[in-house]
């Protein structure tokens, strides 16, 4: 399914941090591994298994990434 989505950058949730995009929430930059996706696009979001969950989008003013379209359970 992620391969769909190859021209955006991967992020991976830190596994501490993982139940929070299996729900669907928000994501801040503490709770994932790469620091580079700060430029307001979107991404791809996987865990560290590489497990994919997902796009977010990076908004800038609330200084996190938020869910666009999520691919649980597939």
């Keep these: 399914m992620d ?5 955006l950058p991967a992020v ?4 501490a941090f993982r139940k929070l995009v299996q729900n669907g929430n ?3 930059s503490a709770h994932v591994t ?3 996706f700060c430029s307001g696009g979107q991404v791809r979001i996987y ?3 590489n497990r994919f969950y997902g796009v977010y989008e990076y908004v800038h003013d609330r200084h996190r990434l938020q869910p666009v379209k999520m691919f649980l359970g597939e």
């Design 3 to 7: 391969g769909v989505f190859e021209d």
């Design 12 to 15: 991976h949730v830190k596994d």
């Design 26 to 28: 928000a994501l801040m």
């Design 34 to 36: 790469e620091s580079e």
């Design 47 to 49: 865990d560290e298994e």
